[in-house]
């Protein structure tokens, strides 16, 4: 009962012994309670430092247990005065704080001043994403191709992605259908989903990009090579046309939680798949399109030959023309 005021277990169990038997010492409450010595003399040192238990002025080296309309209301003036000091000192940090973001604001230096910024670090895309985070008011649209995400970059990603659902933010997340596979990026796309965001999986994406509020547009200055840095625009003709490319993908993507296979059983990477190799595209290409390795476009492939009964991928092309697949 006493333990919302931060008073241990074995302490008021020794409060409520004392308050029963004032004649109690350390040893009747080992015996009377089954505790060890040390829990017995660590829960009476606990009652003094909270003024529950005073010397006996009768019996010298005895502890007797003050009456706890005294003692307990005592307690609570001591920590509604805590608590009181406490939120002094939490108005003078948040008048520091207040000082110092706007001392500190003006000595930033930005490497743009326009409506695009280049980013040429991951410390600077990092600190920007934090900051547009943080001003972050209705939505945040992302694009996260390559498949499978780095550990790092859903580690990153996390603490922003919670702080913005708990305020009430609309989250929409395009992975590529190979993340699926990958038991860290789709245990967090299920998290995602679980906490409010919405995902959605293809198999081929636009290159990476967030968009916040639809106002503001992060994309990879090289999408080959994302840490070469990235750009940063408000241009209203390019986010404009970012938002475009965006819910064109996402209204041809499919729900985390669904079915991706259609009536013959074919999934959309299936015939993604049967369209890139039927464009030329080495297994390479193709699985560097899809997010996933060579070795399992080769896996994949096998299988539709497969099912298709086909001895060759130039057999498997014209029969899958032939039942509608492509």
């Known amino acids: 009962m006493l333990q919302v005021l931060g008073l241990g277990e074995d302490a008021e169990l020794i409060y409520e012994g004392l308050l029963a038997d004032p004649l109690l010492g350390v040893a009747e409450l080992r015996s009377k309670f089954g505790m060890p010595e040390d829990r017995v003399r660590a829960g009476l040192d606990e009652l003094v430092r909270f003024a529950l238990v005073r010397e006996s002025r009768d019996s010298p080296g005895r502890l007797r247990a003050v009456n706890p309309e005294i003692g307990l209301t005592s307690l609570l003036h001591q920590q509604e ?10 108005a003078v940090q948040r008048s520091a704080i207040t000082d110092a973001v706007s001392t500190y604001a003006s000595l930033r230096r930005d490497p743009d001043d326009g409506a695009s910024q280049r980013l040429l670090s991951l410390d600077a895309i990092q600190a920007r994403l934090e900051e547009l985070a943080h001003e972050l008011r209705h939505e945040c649209l992302s694009v996260m191709p390559g498949g499978a995400q780095s550990q790092e970059s859903l580690d990153h990603s996390k603490p922003l992605d919670q702080d913005a659902l708990d305020r009430g933010i609309s989250i929409l997340t395009l992975y590529q259908d190979s993340v699926r596979n990958d038991p860290a990026t789709y245990t967090y796309a299920r998290w995602m989903t679980e906490q409010g965001g919405q995902v959605r999986t293809a198999p081929v994406l636009p290159p ?24 940063c625009t408000t241009e209203p003709a390019m986010v404009a046309s970012l938002i475009a490319v965006y819910e064109h993908t996402w209204n041809m993507a499919v729900p985390l939680g669904a079915s991706q296979n259609n009536e013959a059983g074919l999934s959309p990477l299936d015939r993604e798949l049967l369209r890139l190799l039927g464009g030329g595209l080495t297994d390479e290409a193709a699985g560097h399109r899809l997010g996933v390795s060579a070795r ?18 130039f057999e498997a092309g014209l029969k899958a023309a032939q039942r509608g697949w492509l």
Do not use: C, H, W, Y
Request: net charge positive.
């Open 81 to 90: 005065r805590e608590l009181a000091r406490r939120q002094q000192e939490l």
């Open 296 to 313: 399992t476009v080769r896996r994949q492939m096998a299988s539709l030959m497969e099912r298709l009964n086909a001895t060759s991928r």
């Open 208 to 231: 990476r990009m967030l968009i916040f509020d639809r106002r503001v547009a992060v994309i990879p200055l090289d999408p080959d090579n994302t840490r070469l840095g990235a750009l």
